[in-house]
Nanobody, 115 residues
Framework: QVRLVEFGGGLVQAGGSLRLSCAGS????????MGWYRQAPGLQREWVAA???????NYVDSVKGRFTISRDNAKNTVYLQMDKLKPEDTAVYYC?????????WGQGTQVTVSS
């Protein structure tokens, strides 16, 4: 089964930074818009950011100016640099194509921001 693998999460204090990475096969990354999503406890999964194969980016309003999405097509990897983290950013973070494909969901990586 084709999946994406996310890593880089952890526990950080408010105001801190984390860098998430997501690796997968070239067949997923090639020519696809890639996105980061998150799911907080008790809430639905939400879209956070996306990046096109050419590098164009888009963000949900709540993370604009704090998060930066990037990709390395040669390494089939997409990144999410998260700065100025807030407790409300606490969630499991996932990557997927945008729009997402059910078969690509991985285990995600937990990000916990303490106040």
């Amino acid at each position: 089964q084709v999946r994406l693998v996310e890593f880089g999460g952890g526990l950080v204090q408010a105001g801190g930074s984390l860098r998430l990475s997501c690796a997968g096969s070239g067949s997923i990354f090639r020519m696809n818009v890639m996105g980061w999503y998150r799911q907080a406890p008790g809430l639905q999964r939400e879209w956070v950011a996306a990046i096109s194969s050419g590098g164009g980016t888009n963000y949900v309003d709540s993370v604009k100016g704090r998060f930066t999405i990037s990709r390395d097509n040669a390494k089939n990897t997409v990144y999410l640099q998260m700065d100025k983290l807030k407790p409300e950013d606490t969630a499991v973070y996932y990557c997927n194509t945008d729009p997402s494909m059910r078969e690509y969901w991985g285990q995600g990586t937990q990000v916990t921001v303490s106040s």
